[in-house]
Nanobody, 128 residues
Framework: QVQLVESGGGLVQAGGSLRLSCAASGRTFSTYAMGWFRQAPGKKREFVAA????????YYADSVKGRFTISRDNAKNTVYLQMSSLKPEDTAVYSC?????????????????????WGQGTQVTVSS
């Protein structure tokens, strides 16, 4: 069982930056690929970014590529999402997720159904 707790959300002006954190419980954090998703009101949950177990492989949605950076610190059981050049359309609840990966430490997970555990989410609001 893994519990995920996000933090770092808030209100920011367009063009600003925020860093989200996701702290995981348990001793097996390094066995999970991690991802960030977001859901805006009235819209479906969408993939934002993913990182492999060892942190060497990352993958981004086209809408955030070049503006967002995902990273992880396995010693601290934490994954981060650095968001820059924020736009009003980035407004959403951001959730982190953990997916068990056996063996392939450089694999990333993009599909929502492949994630096993989810955090409650943190609100990010970007004003114009």
């Amino acid at each position: 069982q893994v519990q995920l707790v996000e933090s770092g959300g808030g209100l920011v002006q367009a063009g600003g930056s925020l860093r989200l954190s996701c702290a995981a419980s348990g001793r097996t954090f390094s066995t999970y690929a991690m991802g960030w998703f977001r859901q805006a009101p009235g819209k479906k949950r969408e993939f934002v970014a993913a990182i492999s177990r060892n942190g060497f492989t990352t993958y981004y949605a086209d809408s955030v590529k070049g503006r967002f950076t995902i990273s992880r610190d396995n010693a601290k059981n934490t994954v981060y999402l650095q968001m820059s050049s924020l736009k009003p359309e980035d407004t959403a609840v951001y959730s982190c997720a953990a997916g068990s990966v056996v063996g392939r430490i450089s694999r990333v997970i993009v599909a929502v159904e492949e994630y096993d555990y989810w955090g409650q989410g943190t609100q990010v609001t970007v004003s114009s």
